[in-house]
C-alpha cells in the first residue's frame, strides 16, 4: 500500500465537503436570483455576473469568510463561547427572514452529517452548529486538518458553484456561459479571501440591498423552483 502524502487526505476531505452532491440542499437556494430574473433585474450573462461579483465583494469577502475563519479558530480552541458569538454576528449579517432561514435549514442538514461521521464533539455542539453552515463547514474542515486558507477558498469555490448553477437554470443560460463565468468568478476568489484576512472584528459586515429585496420578494413569488 502506497503512503499518502502529507495534505493528500485533507485535500480529498475538503473535496468531499464542498461537492455539489453533499447533502445540505445547496442546489435548492437560489440567493434572491429567481425573483431578480422574474422581475427583469436579471437578463444576460452579463447581468447574473455583475450580481455575483457584486455579492462576492460586498458580503462573502466581507462576511461569510471572515467569520469561516474566525469561526474554525474558536473551534480549534474549544472556545464555545466565541463559536456562538461569531454564529450571532452571521445570522445578524443575513438581511432576508428568507436568508436567515437558509443558513439554519442547511446548518442542520450539515450538523447531521457531522454526526453521520463520528466527528468528535459534534453531538455536543449539535445546537450551535445546526444554527448555521458556516459554522458546520469550519467545524468539518477543522477536525478533518484541513488548513484555514484552503477551507475558505473551498467555501467560496461551492458557494460560486450553487449561485452560477441558479443563475443558468433561472435565466436560462446555456453550460458553456455558465462555465465562462464561474471560470472568471473563481480568478477572484483568492482576492476575495485576502480581502477577508485584513478585516478587523469590527469592520465585518455586508451590504447587499439588491439581494436583500430580491429575497423578500421571493419570500411572497408566486410560482418558483427554489427555497430563495
Not at 445540505?24 to 437556494?29: K, Q, W
Not at 432561514?101 to 446548518?107: D, L, P, V
Not at 461551492?158 to 471560470?183: F, S, T, Y
Request: charged share 20%; aromatic share 6%.
Amino acid at each position: 500500500m502506497i503512503d499518502a502524502i502529507p495534505g493528500d487526505l485533507a485535500l480529498v476531505r475538503l473535496l468531499h465537503l464542498v461537492s455539489p452532491t453533499l447533502p445540505t440542499g445547496a442546489f435548492t437556494y437560489s440567493q434572491g436570483i429567481e425573483w431578480a430574473v422574474e422581475t427583469g433585474w436579471l437578463r444576460t450573462a452579463a447581468d447574473l455576473e455583475a450580481w455575483a461579483m457584486d455579492q462576492l465583494e460586498q458580503s462573502v469577502s466581507r462576511l461569510d469568510l471572515p467569520l469561516l475563519l474566525r469561526m474554525a479558530r474558536a473551534l480549534a480552541a474549544d472556545d464555545d463561547d466565541a463559536l456562538e458569538h461569531w454564529i450571532e454576528r452571521l445570522l445578524a449579517g443575513r438581511e432576508s427572514a428568507e436568508l436567515r432561514a437558509e443558513e439554519g435549514q442547511r446548518g442542520r442538514a450539515l450538523a447531521d452529517l457531522l454526526l453521520a461521521w463520528a466527528l468528535p464533539r459534534a453531538d455536543l455542539l449539535r445546537p450551535l452548529l445546526a444554527r448555521s453552515q458556516v459554522a458546520g463547514f469550519a467545524f468539518a474542515a477543522q477536525r478533518w486538518g484541513i488548513d484555514g486558507r484552503a477551507m475558505a477558498l473551498g467555501y467560496a469555490w461551492a458557494w460560486a458553484e450553487n449561485l452560477v448553477l441558479a443563475g443558468v437554470k433561472i435565466v436560462p443560460l446555456g453550460q458553456r456561459q455558465g462555465q465562462q463565468l464561474l471560470a472568471r468568478i473563481a480568478a477572484e476568489l483568492p482576492a476575495a479571501l485576502h480581502a477577508a484576512q485584513l478585516l478587523a472584528d469590527d469592520d465585518i459586515g455586508a451590504s447587499t440591498p439588491a439581494m436583500a429585496i430580491a429575497s423578500a420578494n421571493h419570500e411572497t413569488q408566486y410560482t418558483r423552483l427554489f427555497r430563495s
